[in-house]
């Protein structure tokens, strides 16, 4: 099982490296978005110092949202995913490997570019810290609904606007407390308690969202 | 001996009734030709077979057992279907490569490479499948036929689509050949081709 798992991790990260753009576009609208704020509301540091969390952590949802809906489209139209059907392997397994393979290809070079990003915003090296935290604790939960909401649609024939109004509204929770979080480091105080609630929103979607995301495959393929 | 058993399986789409109540069995050293107009339910049939779709009523049992998609039975199935299965990015080697491991199978390189060469696409083995004609591309799905040698059953949607004569006449003698060793086909086509083996014929009926 983990061989297949570790197969299909090798073919999407091969697939991205055939397909360089589809990473790099996701990439380039986060540093655009998250540019565009300074010029909006000014250079002014302590302003971009309390947005700077809320901007990061929303560019960040917005531009995982442009990529996700790739994440199974493809291989249900050609027919791949018929084929991870009937390898003997729970579907379950198949989508965490695929899931996995989107979160570190979107995720890991968007956490290589945020110094850069909290430099743009003026934010203290206690906020970077706990940005990087929220972002490795709470984008994982954002792929893993975001895969729900693209097995659901992956049948439809123009799913793209619907798909961010369907998951954006789950994403809320994870906001709060993300930016929660970075206000508490940006003011000395403990933030363990935020990080906390993201960890065990996490746990908790990574031991339902695989089955969900299998079951809404198959629904899809009927 | 019973490969695969439909018993009393019912498919509705579109609120029409593609079936119902519909039993057939293949067993091992048969072909059985799915024959039928245009929407009797043909594709329906056999993604119910493979366990890509849900009947309405009745149930399907491979080797024995209740048809299990997540079980390692399936893996005893090969299904080719309208889609071809292959990543148009990928080029057809690393595409078998990876459809290999995901059933754990022990394949070579040097196998894929001797498959793709027999069914002619030599020098076309490392480029993106995009690049391929539909034939060539339906030549490279159809290649995990002569890849997997422990397959017990073949369910084949239109293979013949898009296939210049020599490879339907190749994959004729390659069906025939899995049929006398012992294995079981189910397969649609409209296309009149010659397989010299044991075979019959099931139609599907067009209901409104």
Redesign the interface.
């Known amino acids: 099982m983990i061989s297949v798992a570790l197969s299909i991790f090798q073919r999407e990260v091969l697939i991205a490296y055939k397909q360089v753009s589809e990473i790099i576009q996701p990439l380039v609208f986060f540093i655009i978005v998250v540019s565009l704020f300074p010029l909006a509301i000014g250079p002014g540091p302590e302003i971009l110092q309390r947005v700077s969390g809320g901007v990061i952590w929303v560019a960040a949802i917005l531009s995982l949202l442009l990529g996700i809906e790739r994440l199974f489209r493809d291989d249900f139209n050609d027919g791949c995913m018929e084929q991870y059907m009937m390898c003997g392997t729970p579907l379950s397994v198949i989508v965490v490997a695929k899931v996995f393979a989107h979160w570190m290809l979107n995720i890991v070079p968007l956490l290589i570019l945020s110094p850069l990003l909290a430099l743009f915003l003026n934010m203290t090296f206690d906020m970077y810290w706990v940005l990087i935290l929220t972002l490795i604790v709470g984008t994982p939960t954002i792929s893993l609904i975001g895969a729900i909401g693209v097995a659901l649609t992956v049948s439809l024939q123009r799913s793209g606007v619907l798909l961010p109004l369907l998951l954006l509204p789950f994403f809320i929770p994870l906001l709060i407390f993300a930016t929660s979080a970075i206000e508490s480091a940006s003011l000395q105080l403990p933030y363990g308690f935020q990080l906390g609630i993201m960890l065990a929103i996490f746990l908790m979607v990574l031991a339902l969202a695989p089955f969900a995301i299998s079951y809404s495959l198959r629904v899809s393929q009927h | 001996m019973n490969v695969v058993e439909l018993k009393e399986i019912s498919c509705e789409k579109q609120n029409r009734q593609l079936f119902s109540r519909l039993n057939l069995t293949v067993s091992k050293g048969e072909l059985v030709l799915l024959r039928g107009e245009n929407g009797a339910g043909k594709t329906s049939l056999l993604?119910i077979l493979?366990?890509?779709?849900?009947p309405q009523y009745g149930r399907v049992v491979f080797c024995k057992e209740a048809l299990d998609?997540?079980?390692?039975?399936?893996?005893s199935?090969i299904?080719v279907?309208?889609?071809?299965?292959?990543?148009?990015?990928?080029s057809a080697i690393?595409n078998l490569k990876?459809?290999s491991?995901?059933?754990?199978l022990e394949v070579s390189e040097t196998a894929i490479i001797e498959t793709l060469e027999h069914l002619q696409l030599e020098g076309l083995e490392d480029a993106?499948t995009r690049y391929l004609s539909a034939g060539q591309q339906r030549r490279v799905?159809l290649a995990r036929l002569w890849l997997q040698r422990d397959a017990k059953l073949w369910v084949l949607d239109e293979p013949f689509t898009a296939l210049d004569v020599n490879t339907v006449d190749m994959l004729c003698k390659h069906i025939a050949s899995f049929v006398m060793n012992g294995g079981a086909v189910i397969m649609t086509s409209h296309q009149a081709a010659k397989i010299e083996c044991p075979q019959r014929e099931f139609t599907l009926e067009y209901s409104w």
């Open positions: 993604r493979v366990g890509l779709s849900q998609p997540s079980d390692e039975q399936i893996k199935l299904y279907g309208h889609r071809p299965g292959n990543n148009p990015t990928l690393t990876f459809w491991s995901q059933r754990k993106p799905a």
